[in-house]
């Protein structure tokens, strides 16, 4: 397989020849900078981190809440401080956004979604002081999200937003008529389908699947054929 940057991602340089997976992290963890950022340098790689603000300034008091009830996790988790977030970004990882408060979107109505997505965006942009361009879907399935979502995400300012749907985000080339693979559905434009830029898809791994799991995951991925070239988006949480 190839592991590829966002920035090949976004212009699409893979690997014809091989697998080429993007890898990124959600939530904003301090775990990440013991347990993810050395590794990522030492090799050389890049990623995406997905940040959810409102995490990242529920202070002491707050924060059991969030870990719990937003988050959803029963273990306690530690927020990155926005100065490590600033480091990362400075070291060349990217930061996207990944809403306030880290909700289930199909219950929001319009005015809370777009505020969701559009002031945490505002809020990370203030922090780094330049525009980020990437969002991440809460939770990122379809039951807990919504077309009105997807069309927030790209009304605050979005180039791309990743779901969880597990899929391959590629160009493939079928005739006109052809019925759409899973994942490839924004447009047909004579012989290629696009995928939609707005509802990527990634596969959830977690840092707790033996390497056997894993093996046989990779493999399986390597059984997939198409005649264009293949990406997987990934995320791991640890």
């Given at each position: 397989f190839n592991i590829i940057s966002p920035k090949d991602f976004y212009n699409q340089r893979f690997s014809k020849k091989k697998l080429n997976i993007l890898l990124t992290f959600d939530d904003g963890y301090k775990s990440w900078l013991k347990n993810v950022i050395p590794y990522l340098r030492r090799e050389k790689i890049s990623a995406i981190f997905y940040i959810p603000s409102g995490f990242i300034e529920a202070g002491e008091n707050k924060r059991d809440f969030y870990v719990s009830k937003r988050l959803q996790l029963t273990t306690k988790?530690?927020?990155l401080s926005w100065?490590?977030?600033?480091?990362?970004?400075?070291?060349?990882?990217?930061?996207?956004g990944h809403t306030i408060n880290h909700l289930n979107l199909k219950k929001l109505d319009r005015q809370?979604?777009?505020?969701?997505?559009?002031?945490?965006?505002?809020r990370i942009e203030e922090i780094l002081g330049h525009g980020?361009?990437?969002?991440?879907y809460p939770f990122g399935d379809m039951q807990r999200m919504s077309k009105?979502?997807?069309?927030?995400?790209?009304?605050a300012g979005y180039k791309f937003a990743f779901s969880t749907l597990p899929g391959f985000n590629a160009c493939e080339q079928r005739t006109t008529n052809a019925p759409m693979r899973k994942?490839?559905?924004?447009?047909?434009?004579?012989?290629?389908?696009?995928?939609?830029?707005?509802?990527?898809?990634r596969d959830c791994l977690s840092v707790l699947m033996s390497n056997i799991l894993f093996k046989a995951w990779i493999y399986g991925c390597l059984l997939y054929t198409s005649p264009s070239p293949r990406d997987l988006s990934t995320s791991r949480m640890p």
């Open positions: 988790k530690k927020p100065q490590d977030i600033r480091n990362l970004d400075e070291q060349g990882f990217e930061i996207g809370k979604l777009l505020q969701e997505i559009k002031q945490d965006k505002e980020i361009i990437s969002f991440a009105e979502a997807i069309i927030c995400a790209q009304e994942g490839a559905c924004e447009q047909r434009n004579h012989e290629y389908v696009h995928a939609n830029r707005f509802l990527l898809y």
